[in-house]
């Protein structure tokens, strides 16, 4: 007879949660500073740039599938399916990311290029190899409704606190106006985010593997899929997942609020820099209320999830997005109306409370695609969560590389020029209208497209419930 699985306890959630902090740290420094740092510091044409990241981000939607069917099928004494690759991957990782953002000191403009793509592509790969174990991971540990909101909120607060972390170490290594423009700078980030990620990848696969080792090979009553897969079942796999109704509105919503996010992201820094004309420790000040915002909204988004779908707070959260980004619009408006401190007072709580709503973003889409996924898995009976997992990250990543590749092509196209400092008035309007009229279209798509999910709470818990009774009738 085999022991009920115990509940999670809060040793294993912060040590799973902790694993994102370098993950985090490491892939929002590239989010928020490699577009910037590819043209306004290696002097390289933003469709060039956009192009060489769309690649790259396309190919680590490709690998995830990939890399997730060979996650479910690892079989390892000491790591189980899933930590082995991360420990891989956090070592690898580390060593890529400092010579990524090290470039030799050179004009050729080809052989930068080359450069920014050949480790671009690796880094895309390591993250690959340690992002969909880590998110199948959580699936397989925390396969309960309630206890996927909690570990989703742990590892959500961790990865926000990375995602400030780049802010941070901006105002450490870039301080004062023009700061942002140090390659000596990013380098020292890198150095700190690799050290980070090594750490963080440690602590997460040897804190939850007691866990791991304490579950059994036949993980909560589902059994081994022995199928073989090729790339090409592996593809119509893909394509029979996306048929699935509350499969597909998980994928594309959180696909689209990316996008959103892509464009706050990698052309808010041009915005900040060129337009509100702040200096790289006021631009750190204000990601900083961006992200704190996220976190300190955490416990308030567990709470209210107690009480309602996640549908329905998810919606309400990309609302409160929707409401802080049209406040910052009304803030570009008036900057030439304003010194750069009065600015710094308008637009910081506006991030702050576009960062409250965020902070649902970054949890509920994960929490609710692990809830279609667990109810898939109940109902076949077999353990695939490495290539939903895939799946999902594909979607996403696909759809990111596409607008990567129309952000640097609409900076060509509205006359950003890396080589000036001063930018020109119309060109800074172009900036707003991508950033602002980018984010507020994508976030309206999405909202539109989470209003179709059609799991709710109580479905869940029925299932749950039925495979519970099954298995104490199993053990009578």
């Given at each position: ?392 990250t594909f979607t996403y990543n696909f759809s990111n590389s596409i607008a990567l590749l ?71």
């Amino acid at each position: 007879m085999k022991k009920e699985k115990k509940r999670l306890g809060l040793f294993t959630k912060l040590s799973f949660g902790f694993g994102n902090l370098g993950y985090g740290a490491m892939g929002q420094t590239i989010a928020s500073f490699f577009m910037f740092f590819a043209t306004s510091v290696l002097g390289l044409p933003g469709a060039v740039v956009g192009i060489v990241v769309a690649v790259t981000s396309l190919w680590d939607g490709l690998s995830d599938p990939i890399i997730g069917y060979f996650s479910d099928r690892t079989r390892s004494k000491v790591f189980g399916r899933r930590l082995g690759h991360m420990l891989f991957a956090s070592v690898f990782l580390a060593i890529n990311n400092i010579v990524l953002w090290s470039p030799p000191d050179i004009e050729n403009k080809g052989f930068l290029t080359f450069w920014i793509l050949f480790f671009l592509l690796s880094q895309e790969t390591f993250n690959t190899f340690f992002a969909t174990p880590y998110a199948a991971l959580c699936i397989d540990i925390a396969p309960d409704y309630n206890d996927q909101t909690s570990m989703q909120s742990f590892k959500t607060i961790f990865n926000i606190l990375g995602m400030i972390l780049p802010s941070v170490l901006m105002s450490v290594f870039m301080p004062g106006e023009g700061g942002q423009f140090s390659k000596t700078g990013y380098r020292n980030i890198a150095f700190v985010n690799s050290a980070l990620a090594i750490l963080c990848g440690i602590v997460s696969v040897f804190g939850t593997m007691k866990r791991v080792r304490s579950m059994p090979n036949y993980q909560y009553g589902l059994q081994e899929n022995k199928e073989k897969h090729g790339f090409k079942k592996i593809l119509s796999g893909y394509i029979e997942t996306f048929k699935k109704k509350d499969f597909r509105v998980v994928m594309l919503g959180y696909s689209v609020c990316l996008i959103a996010m892509i464009f706050l992201s990698s052309v808010g820094m041009h915005l900040f820099t060129f337009c509100y004309h702040f200096s790289g420790f006021q631009i750190s000040a204000l990601m900083i209320c961006l992200f704190g915002g996220a976190i300190i909204s955490q416990p308030i988004w567990v709470n209210v999830v107690k009480k309602y779908d996640k549908k329905q707070t998810l919606i309400t959260a990309l609302c409160i997005i929707l409401f802080g980004i049209g406040l910052i619009t009304i803030t570009f408006l008036f900057r030439t109306y304003c010194s750069t401190n009065l600015m710094i007072c308008f637009v910081a709580p506006s991030l702050l409370l576009a960062g409250v709503g965020s902070g649902a973003l970054y949890s509920l889409p994960h929490s609710m695609y692990a809830d279609v996924v667990t109810m898939e898995q109940y109902k076949t009976g077999q353990n695939n969560a490495g290539r939903y997992t895939g799946y999902y990250t594909f979607t996403y990543n696909f759809s990111n590389s596409i607008a990567l590749l129309f952000v640097g092509l609409l900076l060509q196209l509205v006359g950003f020029d890396s080589s000036q400092p001063v930018q020109t008035l119309e060109v800074q309007a172009g900036l707003g209208k991508i950033v602002f009229f980018g984010s507020a279209i994508a976030l309206t798509c999405a909202i539109l497209i989470f209003s179709h999910y059609s799991l709710k709470r109580a479905d869940v818990l029925k299932v749950q419930i039925e495979a519970n009774e099954k298995k104490k009738e199993a053990k009578i």
